[in-house]
């Protein structure tokens, strides 16, 4: 069984200052874990992807993410946050096969001028 | 260029009509998904394909069919059977093999019933 909560429904940061997204999944095996964002409107675009080879993970637009095993976290991080970052983001843990994918529930975040 | 294509973008039906919505691939993608999308629920599987002419049910595969016939195309019907059918509806593809269990997706289509 797995499963991904996002902590947060919505964040509200102010363009410039830092961006923090948080993301804690459980799962049977060793999980892949995915960043996706969505603008209004619009399909998932990948932003970033654990697949184990580093627990540090940088994805496009300048975010990033870091896998902590023990804390079961996969956490987004901007060091500054930008107006074209205003979407929402969801968190999607994948454990093998072609149906074991889980997304979160989504968190839209706003980035205040 | 290569990716996945949704038509209609936005799409308006009747209640009692059925509609099919068009997703295609030029990914050479063996796997293709469609989910539905709400507010605040996140995503939801219909149904997915592993390859032509097979496909299995998703969690909430109730009042929609598919079909698989050629692998570039994943059409998605909505019936007459689906009780609250508004939503937003994403298509979705991933190659096979190990290691590559990444889902690219479509613009989506907005689907309102009036």
């Known amino acids: 069984a797995q499963s991904v909560t996002q902590l947060d429904s919505h964040v509200s940061v102010s363009e410039g200052t830092p961006v923090l997204l948080r993301c804690n999944y459980s799962s049977s095996y060793s999980p892949s874990l995915f960043w996706y964002v969505q603008h209004p409107n619009k399909g998932l675009q990948l932003l970033l992807k654990?697949?184990?080879?580093?627990?540090l993970v940088k994805g496009i637009n300048g975010f990033e993410a870091e896998f902590k095993k023990s804390e079961t976290s996969f956490h987004l991080t901007k060091p500054s946050a930008h107006m074209s970052d205003a979407a929402e983001y969801f968190c999607?843990?994948?454990?093998?096969?072609?149906?074991?994918?889980?997304f979160g529930t989504g968190t839209k975040l706003q980035v205040i001028p | 260029d290569g990716g996945i294509t949704q038509s209609p973008k936005y799409l308006f039906r009747k209640e009692g009509q059925n509609v099919t919505l068009s997703c295609e691939q030029n990914l050479n993608h063996d796997a293709m998904y469609w989910y539905r999308q709400d507010p605040g629920q996140g995503l939801r599987l219909i149904y997915y394909s592993q390859i032509v002419n097979d496909f299995q049910k998703g969690d909430i595969a109730e009042g929609y069919s598919v079909s698989r016939e050629k692998k570039e195309s994943f059409p998605l019907t909505v019936t007459s059977a689906q009780k609250n059918p508004t939503a937003f509806y994403l298509c979705a593809s991933r190659s096979a093999g190990a290691g590559t269990d990444t889902q690219y997706f479509g613009p989506g289509t907005r689907l309102t019933v009036l």
């Open positions: 654990y697949t184990s080879a580093a627990t």
């Open positions: 999607v843990v994948s454990a093998g096969g072609y149906q074991k994918v889980t």
